[in-house]
Structures are given as structure tokens and as C-alpha cells.
């Protein structure tokens, strides 16, 4: 079951998951974080307790309620109390505290008949109390083990009161910036995005499941989510099965080999067949062919949506159709308490398909040792949050979430960045510099505003209020002429303006905010122009949960940081990049486009029958070479940047990719990914020099591209199989290695199977998706 996990990956890496092997042949508790739910000691206990349930109680365990601040549409129940207490509620969600948990669990094991507990959940998305960036911005770090140390944290604090369930990672692919919830994921990649969902899984459940501090896992939503038609929110899907097998699924398959505890299944219909309703991937994919053991949960009322998607015209219909297809559990919805038991009694759904979610989830329960420890400490709920250490990794993973897009020479024909402490007067300009709740970026946990350190703040410590001038410019939204007049007036005292710009991180990004214009809103833009006219060196800071389309920005502004949505430590963590202490290494893990129109972009993009080769493409078209090729009119079809795209303070010459062979076989690599021995075998090198050509020492991740040609099913242009972060001294030269594995090339072919076949594959190592020089080696049969 580590088969995904360790798919192709570099030397070190390599390493660990031959160790990860071993542990996964013999689970343990105490070694193997896949042994929670999987751990087979736990069964007698299951059986004797199912055992001993009436149908009632056995449904009650299916059922869960949202008990708190309700976020969404709620069932208008209040009566939580006396359904605890009668064995009909589960599991309970969005309560944060010790004392309202711990409350709730008294009712469950003293006054239940058979004393089963509640499980507690919550949205712990990234970060509990203390809040680090955002998913995307987390992903932007590519370093999976800090985004495990983070997770952890979550997992010290969300326990400390109770809840021992968050609904996060979310895996979802997201290949369009206007659906809200891109912030919420890793990006467009199904390579980088299963790293990070095993490293969140690792995180969240530690080494032991049933240690206090550890919390389960829940890999949502279930899937293709992210395809939503149109970016726009909760809408359809139409995904090819090779697809949904290459892109979709694969971050889901690397978050149950690392163990995940539960699913959640998605709102979104795939092919016209609802996430939370299909057995293509939550009976066959899921339990059949991964071996999931654990809870499929619905999200918010997605059983009994199955109506308004059309498939169910009442809710008994939802609730047999979302249950027999495999959701274990109903989130909010109550169509399971109301209607699962008479569908049992009248033999519409077996005892044996009720008495398997009962199962599920009672493991879970078990695993967690819930029964041992149903209670949190009220006494050490306080210390464990914001701990030193735990703000601390929250400004480190800031400022390596930072994407340096843009650093080219201002006015004065020097770089911009970092910033010199020679520079007397700084303007800090615009509505994201004090604005403390975006900066939390929306799933904030039980974050506060007051926990935020705001740049403006930061970078007055830094520079000494004499020395900066702070005007807000314009709203988010709003703003007046004068307004625009008084931060003009501001630039002109100022040796550099620097620009805080972007979108509101509670309201424009995640759950239900999807864009159809990706612009600055507001007055933001004309703020923009008119500093940029007043000839001073500008910097411009973007705080956004999505890429922006700001064509005009790229072209005037000379230095541009995308910041994100940089959590509590934002300040101190943009004021040490802005003056070099931390040198920015994030690299963008989405597609930045240029237009809206350009949306659905990413760079893993199969190549049609008349690609458009050049990027440089006039508009409208020049010459009939240029006219009937795959393109827009009006406007270029590569990105703004390119996903894997991020500067440095220092610049990195990449050598040619050199690899250890020219020809490997077919059958032989189809064995390597089905044989448990082999499928780690490394069974070619590919190699680069890498040299640190500026003045000042660097970070740079080294990433590993792959293209198939000659396949039954055509591949796409580029496909990530590896990276690799190195550190290098002004003029050092490291030779960076990746030891690639059967998985790298294999395909979900035309007969709906995961195969090497004959090919040629083109290997480049380079900085981003868009470059970097190219290497054969060509499969035989
Ligand atoms: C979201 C889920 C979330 C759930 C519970 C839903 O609206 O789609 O991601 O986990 O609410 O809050």
C-alpha cells in the first residue's frame, strides 16, 4: 500500500520510503501511522461492541451534527443533548472548546446505554489557534516536511480541547483560479499534491493515532471537486476516467497509503453521477482497489442534495442511494436518522451494508482510544496553544510560502529587492497592510485577529514610525478621490512605495467565492497606476488565495512577492524577506495566467493535434502559420508565470539533464509497479549541475519533468515526478540526482489499467514547468 507514496523521488527521499516499506509489512502502533485504523487487534473489540447494538444505535453512529457556530445550511436542530444521551448522534462538530466537548462527551459515556463516545471534528485547515498560510501558499514551500511540522502543531492545539477529528487535507486538484477554494489545496499538480497530502496526513496523525495529541485525517473531497465547471462554486464535473485516475485521484491514493483515517465525500456530480452517491470511486476505487478501512464522511448535507442534483425525488431515495454507494456518515443532513433504519427494517439496505459503516467507524473510535480517553484536560487547554515554538514554524513557513515573481531593476537601474537598509523612507500603501483577518485567510480555526502581527506593524518596528509613511490608499472595495489623492501625496515624501494589494481573505477566498474577474478589486488597480506614475521605485505585495490576472502590474511594477494569505506571523515573516534575511524559495504550484479567459490553465496540458508552438504568437494572428493552431485570438496562450516558476535573491544556472541510460524495457517496468519488491527499484538516474550564479547564497528546488510520447492514451506536455530543494554559496556548482522508478512512466492506458508501454520519454530537470534542456530514453516493448 506505499505504493504511491513512493513513487518517483530523489535519492534521500528514496531512502526513507524503502525504510517506510519495511514498517508497512508489519504494522505496529507505535511505528506505522496506518496501523490506527488498520490494525487488525482492534476487530474483537468492534465485533463485541456491534454486537451488543440495537438498529437504532447502530444508525445513531452514522449520524453527525454541526453543534456550533453553524457555517452553512443546519438541520434547525437543538435537541443534541437528549440524542446523545438515546445513542443517536456520532459525532458532533464545530464546538472548540474543552468544556462544551468534554459536556457533550459526559452525556455520551455516562448516560448512553452502551457509553460509545462522540467523536469531535472541525474544518482544522491550516492551523488551529496558531494559523500558518494558507494551503497554496503552504504548498508554494515544497517542503512537505515543514507542512508535516505544521500540521502537527494543528493536531497539538485542535486535540488539546477535544477534537480529535479535523476535515483537512484537501487534495483537491485545482486546475482553475476562479473556483475560491484553490487557496484551500496544493495546487494544480498531482505529483506535488500527493507529497503534500501524505506529508498533512503524517502530521495530523502522528506516529500513533491513539495518542493524545494526534488527530485524524480526513482527505477531501472525494473527488473532483476542483473541476467544477466554470470555476464556479459546487458545479459539475465531467472528468474522463483516465483523467480522474491521473490527475484527480492520485493525492487521495498517497493520502490513504499514509494512512488517512477518513474521506470525505464531495458535492460535486462527476459525470453525472454525484461524488457522494458514486460507486466507481467510493466503493471500487476507494475500498476495492486502495483497501480503505476507515470512515467515508459526507460534506454538508451531500446525501441529501442527491435530490436537488436529481437523482433521488425524496430523501429516503438519498439517503439509500448515498449509503449503499459507500458514505459511511451523514454531516448535517439528518436524511440517515430519519431514514436509515426503516430502509433496514424494510430491506432496502442490508444488515450487513449497516453493520460495515457501524464498523468503520467504531474502529476509528477505537483506534483513536476514545474509549480509553474520551475526555480533553481542561487544565491544558491554555498552554497548549500559540506555544513559542509553534509561531515561531509559523513565520518560517511564511516566508518560505513567498513567491518572488517578479525582481527587475527600478528606476535607478538597481534591484529593488531585498531592500537596502540605505533607504530612508518607506510609503506603505493599501488596505492589505493592516488588514488582520485576511491575513488569517479564510478556515481560520480559532484564529483572533489580534494574534496577527500585521506588516505595517512589522515594518514599523523595523524602519522606526519616523521613517514610514502608512496611508491605506482605498478599500479592498471601496475608496474615494481623495483617498487615491492622499496615498499620492504619500509617495512623493517616500525613497520607495511599497504596495499591499489584493483580495479580502475571509470574504473573496474559499467556500463559496468564486470569481469571475480576476483583477484587484476595487479601486486597487487605478491606486496602482497612479503610484507606478509617480516614477518612484514601487514594490508591490499581493495577499490573495488565488493568482490574479494583472497583466499591467507585471509589466510596470519592478518587484512583485506574491505573500498569499501569510497567517499570524505575516509581518515579521514579509519584513525579513523584504530586507533579505530570508531569501524568498517558494515556487508557484499554479498556473499564473494573464486573463480570466485563459482559465481552466495548467502546465500538464495535452498537447492537440495543432499546438501552437510559438508563445510569442502575435494578435491578432500574423500569418497563416499562426491562425489555425490552438490559440486565442487575443491573447497569448502560455501563463503569466509558470507553475514551478519563483525567483531567488540569487540566480541559478542549470547544466543539460544527463541520465544514466538510453534504454529500458516495457514489461519489465509494468512489473516494478505491481510487484512489491520492485516497485521502489530505481531504474534510471537523471542528473543535473546546478550553479549558484550570483553574489548571495540561495535555496532552489530543483524539479523533474517527464514527457511521454508514443502511448495509447496521449500524455501530457509535462509531468512532474520529482523534486529536490538544495542550498548553494554565491558560485558553488551541485550536481542534483534523481533516482526515477517504474511509476515515473507509467499511464492509465486504453484499457483502463496502470502500465509502462513501448515510449519515448523526454526527461528535463529545471527550474520551473517552462524550461530547462531535455534528455531521451526511449522504452521498449
Ligand atoms: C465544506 C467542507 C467542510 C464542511 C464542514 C462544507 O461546506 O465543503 O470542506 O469540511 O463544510 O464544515
Not at 187 to 192: A, M, Q, S, V
Not at 286 to 309: K, P
Not at 684 to 691: F, M, N, Y
Amino acid at each position: 500500500m506505499m505504493r504511491k507514496l513512493c513513487t518517483t523521488i530523489g535519492v534521500s527521499v528514496l531512502l526513507m520510503c524503502h525504510a517506510l516499506e519495511a514498517q508497512a509489512g508489519t504494522p505496529t502502533s507505535a511505528t506505522d501511522a496506518r496501523a490506527g485504523i488498520y490494525n487488525s487487534s482492534l476487530d474483537a473489540r468492534v465485533e463485541t461492541l456491534l454486537g451488543k447494538m440495537t438498529l437504532e444505535e447502530k444508525v445513531g453512529q452514522l449520524v453527525q451534527y454541526s453543534a456550533g457556530q453553524p457555517t452553512g445550511p443546519g438541520t434547525g436542530r437543538t435537541d443534541y443533548e437528549d440524542m446523545i444521551a438515546k445513542g443517536q448522534i456520532g459525532a458532533l462538530f464545530n464546538i472548540s472548546t474543552a468544556k462544551e466537548t468534554n459536556a457533550y462527551q459526559r452525556i455520551a459515556v455516562e448516560k448512553s446505554r452502551l457509553r460509545i463516545p462522540i467523536i469531535f471534528g472541525l474544518d482544522v485547515i491550516h492551523g488551529f489557534r496558531t494559523v500558518f498560510p494558507v494551503p497554496l501558499a503552504l504548498a508554494s514551500t515544497w517542503d512537505p516536511p515543514l507542512v508535516e511540522q505544521a500540521a502537527r502543531v494543528a493536531a497539538r492545539e485542535a486535540s488539546a480541547t477535544g477534537i480529535r477529528w479535523t476535515f483537512s487535507p484537501m487534495v483537491d486538484i485545482a486546475r482553475d483560479a476562479r473556483w475560491g477554494r484553490i487557496t484551500e489545496g496544493a495546487g494544480e499538480d498531482p505529483f506535488l499534491g500527493s507529497e503534500m497530502a501524505a506529508a498533512y496526513v503524517r502530521g495530523y496523525q502522528g506516529t500513533r493515532l491513539d495518542a493524545p495529541d494526534s488527530i485524524a485525517a480526513c482527505a477531501k473531497h472525494f473527488v473532483g471537486y476542483g473541476a467544477a465547471e466554470g470555476g464556479r462554486e459546487y458545479n459539475t464535473t465531467e472528468i474522463s476516467e483516465h483523467t480522474l485516475r491521473q490527475i484527480y485521484l492520485p493525492p487521495f491514493h498517497a493520502a490513504v497509503d499514509a494512512g488517512a483515517a477518513t474521506i470525505m465525500a464531495a458535492f460535486n456530480s462527476i459525470n453525472g453521477v454525484p461524488a457522494s452517491a458514486n460507486p466507481l470511486t467510493l466503493r471500487q476505487v476507494l475500498r476495492e482497489e486502495w483497501g480503505f478501512r476507515g470512515v467515508v464522511d459526507s460534506d454538508w448535507e451531500s446525501v441529501s442534495e442527491l435530490i436537488q442534483h436529481g437523482i433521488a425525488n425524496d430523501r429516503a431515495t438519498a439517503a439509500r442511494k448515498g449509503f449503499l454507494a459507500g458514505v459511511d456518515m451523514d454531516m448535517a443532513s439528518s436524511v440517515y436518522h430519519d431514514h436509515l433504519a426503516s430502509l433496514v427494517s424494510s430491506g432496502q439496505v442490508s444488515q450487513e451494508r449497516l453493520d460495515e459503516s457501524v464498523r468503520n467507524v467504531l474502529r476509528l473510535k477505537f483506534a483513536l482510544g476514545l474509549f480509553e480517553h474520551p475526555y480533553a484536560d481542561e487544565t491544558r487547554e491554555a498552554e497548549a496553544m500559540l506555544r513559542p515554538e509553534s509561531v515561531t514554524l509559523a513565520q518560517r513557513a511564511a516566508e518560505r510560502s513567498f513567491v518572488l515573481l517578479k525582481n527587475s531593476p527600478g528606476p535607478d537601474n538597481a534591484l529593488i529587492l531585498p531592500l537596502s537598509n540605505r533607504v530612508q523612507r518607506i510609503a506603505l500603501i493599501g488596505p492589505l497592510a493592516d488588514d488582520l483577518p485576511s491575513a488569517l485567510g479564510s478556515w481560520a480555526g480559532l484564529g483572533r485577529g489580534e494574534d496577527v502581527i500585521s506588516f505595517h506593524a512589522a515594518l514599523a518596528k523595523h524602519v522606526g514610525e519616523q521613517n514610514l509613511i502608512h496611508v491605506k490608499g482605498v478599500g479592498i472595495k471601496g475608496g474615494s478621490d481623495e483617498d487615491l489623492a492622499a496615498a499620492v501625496a504619500a509617495s512623493g515624501k517616500a525613497d520607495v512605495v511599497i504596495l499591499a494589494l489584493g483580495e479580502s481573505g475571509g470574504e473573496m477566498t474559499g467556500e463559496a467565492t468564486s470569481r469571475a474577474y480576476l483583477g484587484l478589486p476595487g479601486r486597487q488597480q487605478e491606486l496602482l497606476e497612479k503610484i507606478v506614475a509617480t516614477g518612484k521605485p514601487v514594490v508591490l505585495i499581493l495577499f490573495s488565495g488565488r493568482p490574479l490576472t494583472l497583466p499591467w502590474a507585471f509589466e510596470h511594477v519592478p518587484a512583485v512577492l506574491a505573500a498569499w494569505l501569510p497567517g499570524i506571523q505575516a509581518g515579521p515573516a514579509l519584513v525579513r524577506t523584504l530586507y533579505g534575511e530570508s531569501i524568498p524559495t517558494g515556487k508557484l504550484v499554479v498556473s499564473w495566467p494573464r486573463s480570466v479567459g485563459q482559465e481552466p490553465l495548467y502546465y500538464n496540458a495535452l498537447n492537440t493535434g495543432r499546438p501552437a508552438d510559438k508563445t510569442d504568437l502575435t494578435n491578432p494572428p500574423g500569418g497563416s502559420d499562426d491562425t489555425y493552431v490552438s490559440r486565442y485570438i487575443d491573447e497569448r496562450n502560455d501563463p503569466q508565470f509558470p507553475f514551478g516558476h519563483g525567483l531567488s535573491y540569487t540566480t541559478f544556472r542549470y547544466g543539460p539533464t544527463e541520465i544514466s541510460g538510453s534504454q529500458l524495457k516495457a514489461s519489465e517496468l509494468s512489473a516494478g509497479l505491481h510487484d512489491s519488491t520492485d516497485r521502489t527499484k530505481a531504474v534510471l538516474t537523471a542528473s543535473v549541475d546546478v550553479t549558484n550564479t550570483g553574489s548571495r547564497p540561495g535555496e532552489e528546488v530543483v524539479q523533474l519533468y517527464v514527457r511521454l510520447n508514443g502511448t495509447s492514451v496521449a500524455q501530457p506536455v509535462r509531468a512532474l515526478k520529482g523534486f529536490q530543494r538544495i542550498s548553494l554559496a554565491p558560485g558553488e556548482t551541485k550536481k542534483v540526482a534523481f533516482a526515477l522508478v517504474p511509476d515515473a512512466f507509467a499511464l492509465w492506458n486504453d484499457r483502463n489499467q496502470w502500465v509502462v508501454e513501448p515510449e519515448k520519454v523526454t526527461v528535463w530537470i529545471s527550474p520551473d514547468s517552462a524550461h530547462g534542456s531535455p534528455a531521451t530514453v526511449q522504452i521498449l516493448p
